[in-house]
């Protein structure tokens, strides 16, 4: 079963279902995805251990089987992309362009409908989660685009350090003579290699079509996916070749993606940006919320809720309530006069 069969509403009132931020299994998964830390073996640095990837996967797939979340979705399709590949990615991909699509009133995270210039801030957020990191642009560098039997798997990484487009990472084997990539792609088989090279151009259309939607919705406000899709560009461009495709089906993407001139146009702010104090009461709402949810025992969000009356305020309030017996001196060094 695909997730994009979950691509219907679960009941008539809550069509995308509850949200799950607050569910026990939705805080497993942000547990379960998160990488090892850096170790110290006498003078040598072992690198961090990734995540159990299928067992992300399979946790996100459960949640996504209750409600439409995007941050669920971003989960997904990192793991998938690790351990599936191309196929893996495009799941995820259509599925987040089928949530906005279909379910753009109702899907999780929602719209925040008391800020209209930025009212799809946490989705958008959400979704820069494709495009930084070592997540899935890390998933698309290190998608299999060949399964050869005599010359192994050749990724993208793979190519970009032959085209010296990239150093290669140290303690990694690649495949990096131009002569076995060309044979590695030669001797894999030819529906594997446009099973590969399908999926590959669906991410591709989905991460074009994502961007679309908020344009349609938003425009201006959406999150710039193009290094995702020039990066998935690259391997399609690969595959066409390899399959005797037509590279014009696929048009290489425009830099800074499909919402750049609609952005450079917008009066708009950069969504994420604090421009006011309503912003700045937000942005602490999301730090108390963090708190709420991952350290409750911290006694931070006492001093981020008196922060958060104090946003707007002017001085002489300030200083009340942060030092009250020193009002008086602020009095008299001002030449104010006591009301």
Known sequence: MSIVDNLKAFSENAPSGADPEYDQDFQALERAAKPGEEKQAGTEILAAEDPDFRDVAKRAEEILGRCHDLRVAVYFTHAAGMTRGFPGLAEGTSYIRGVLEQFWDTCHPELDPDDPDDMALFRVNTLRGLVVGETVMRAVREAPMTLSNAFGRVTLRDIEVADGE?????????????AAISAAFQDTDADELSAIAAAARQALEDVRAIEAVFDEKVPGQGPDLSPLAKLIYKAVHRLNEATGGDPADMPEPEEGGDAAPAAANAPAAIPG???????????????????????????????????????????ITIMKDLAPRGVENVYLIGGIEDE
Do not use: C, M, W
């Open 273 to 315: 940006t604090i421009n006011s104090p309503a912003d700045v009461q937000k942005a602490l709402d999301r730090i108390l919320d963090y708190y709420r949810r991952h350290e409750p025992s911290s006694p931070l969000p006492i001093l981020l809720e008196r922060a958060k009356r104090l946003v707007g305020a002017d001085f």
């Open 166 to 178: 990239r150093e290669a990472p140290e303690g990694v084997d690649l495949i990096t003579d131009p």
